[in-house]
């Protein structure tokens, strides 16, 4: 666990190919928000659960949850309120992960870390799975937050554009089924049966 670390589950979606509530869907009998605080909790000290609305993501969480900003969609909100919280609470970098993964590597902090550290320059660090990027399985400076507002000026609104402008570097796996989203019941379905896979970094690259 790194102490200047701060990991927050983006949990704000509406989730409307699983049927709404995707954070209580249950894989193996618990909510898929435990799945992924159960990962937060073992690679931060300061962690939280990015909302659009109070109570979404279940009652009796074991981290606080962060209302994502109103004028912002998108997982551009659950990024923007993360990097707030991720200062507040003297943390140099946050941990961006998605609600709805239950399988990931359990090297991802690290190898984020390595390739941040290892690309001068780069503020944010994104998973890469065969030629599949992952922008919500990323590792962001805190001071990134005070970028955000012109990003979202120009009109653009996604975490990949955003990473882009900050200036990111991207580090890989080569299973695909360590950053399998559940995105659908017969994902869920597929998923009860599944193994836990954690994948081994390949690569790491820049760009962007």
């Not at 981290?63 to 990097?83: K, N, R």
């Not at 869920?188 to 994948?199: D, E, I, R, Y």
């Amino acid at each position: 666990m790194t102490s200047d670390l701060a990991a927050v589950v983006l949990a704000g979606g509406e989730g409307r190919r699983m049927g709404g509530d995707k954070p209580l869907r249950l894989l193996k009998g618990r909510p898929l928000i435990d799945w992924a605080l159960d990962f937060a909790l073992q690679r931060a000290p300061s962690v939280a659960v990015s909302v659009r609305r109070t109570g979404q993501a279940g009652q009796g969480l074991r981290a606080p949850e962060l209302p994502d900003p109103l004028d912002v969609e998108g997982p551009m909100a659950g990024l923007s309120a993360a990097l707030t919280f991720a200062g507040q609470v003297g943390a140099r970098r946050l941990l961006l992960l998605p609600c709805d993964a239950p399988h990931l590597p359990r090297d991802l902090a690290d190898r984020l870390g390595e390739a941040l550290e290892g690309a001068p320059g780069s503020r944010a660090a994104l998973a890469v799975s065969g030629d599949r990027l992952h922008p919500a399985c990323s590792l962001w400076e805190a001071s990134c937050v005070g970028e955000i507002g012109a990003y979202l000026a120009t009109g653009r609104s996604s975490l990949r554009g955003f990473a882009e402008q900050v200036g990111c570097v991207t580090a890989a796996w080569p299973d695909p089924a360590a950053f399998a989203n559940l995105n659908t019941p017969q994902d869920l379905a597929q998923a009860q049966a599944a193994v836990t896979s954690c994948g081994t970094p390949a690569a790491t690259r820049r760009f962007r």
